[in-house]
């Protein structure tokens, strides 16, 4: 089993900056991508940023420039720094990993970006 458990989540004004942090535990050899994706009420869930064993990142077009994601592979842990936050960076953050050909995901955290 793997679990992955997130946290960092919260409410910050509008400009603010946020740091999400994931942390995989269980049955891991290796994690060859972890990422972050993000759901907002009515809305698919869709990816924010990813990032490889080897720290090969991509990033949604909404956030890049805003947004850095980078882990720890020593401790299975990625994180997400979201600066610059605006409203519409509203949802429950999710962390994944593909581990052996499946993906795993958190339980999810809400970030919330008043105006």
């Known amino acids: 089993q793997v679990q992955l458990v997130e946290s960092g989540g919260g409410l910050v004004q509008a400009g603010g900056s946020l740091r999400l942090s994931c942390a995989a535990s269980?049955?891991?050899?290796?994690?060859?991508?972890m990422g972050w994706y993000r759901q907002a009420p009515g809305n698919e869930r869709e990816l924010v940023a990813i990032?490889?064993?080897?720290?090969?990142?991509n990033y949604s077009d909404s956030v890049k420039g805003r947004f850095t994601i980078s882990r720890d592979n020593a401790r299975n842990t990625v994180y997400l720094q979201m600066n610059s936050l605006k409203p519409e960076d509203t949802a429950v953050y999710y962390c994944?990993?593909?581990?052996?050909?499946?993906?795993?995901w958190g339980q999810g955290t809400q970030v919330t970006v008043s105006s």
């Open positions: 994944n990993a593909l581990i052996r050909g499946f993906n795993y």
């Open positions: 269980g049955s891991i050899f290796r994690i060859n991508v």
């Open positions: 990032i490889t064993i080897g720290g090969v990142t």
